[in-house]
């Protein structure tokens, strides 16, 4: 198992930034293709981005492309989302999960071990 567990949520202006860290436990954290997703109120789960193992490529939806960026820290386990120009329709929970089977990078489904959130919140 991997335990995950994201932070750096909160409230920011429209046009803002924020950055959200995704720590994972273990010493095999960097075997793992990792992925962010959100789920705003009354909607369903969505990706967001992945990152490979090692961290050579990334992967976004194209509702944020040019505008979030994902990196990861192997020696610290973490994964970051780094969140620009925000705008009110990123509001949402924000989950880091791991990926363990192989397919599509943005497939909800190809992802195992979740993180329980944390909250965004974009104001207009």
């Known amino acids: 198992q991997v335990q995950v567990v994201e932070s750096g949520g909160g409230l920011v202006q429209a046009g803002g930034s924020l950055r959200l860290s995704c720590a994972a436990s273990g010493r095999t954290f960097s075997s793992y293709t990792m992925g962010w997703f959100r789920q705003a109120p009354g909607k369903e789960r969505e990706a967001v981005g992945a990152i490979t193992v090692s961290g050579s490529s990334t992967y976004y939806a194209d509702s944020v492309k040019g505008r979030f960026t994902i990196s990861r820290d192997n020696a610290k386990n973490t994964v970051y989302l780094q969140m620009n120009s925000l705008k009110p329709e990123d509001t949402a929970v924000y989950y880091c999960?791991?990926?363990?089977?192989?397919?599509?990078?943005?497939?909800?489904?190809?992802?195992?071990?979740w993180g329980k959130g944390t909250q965004v919140t974009v104001s207009s």
């Open positions: 999960a791991a990926k363990l089977r192989l397919g599509p990078f943005l497939e909800i489904n190809n992802y195992s071990y």
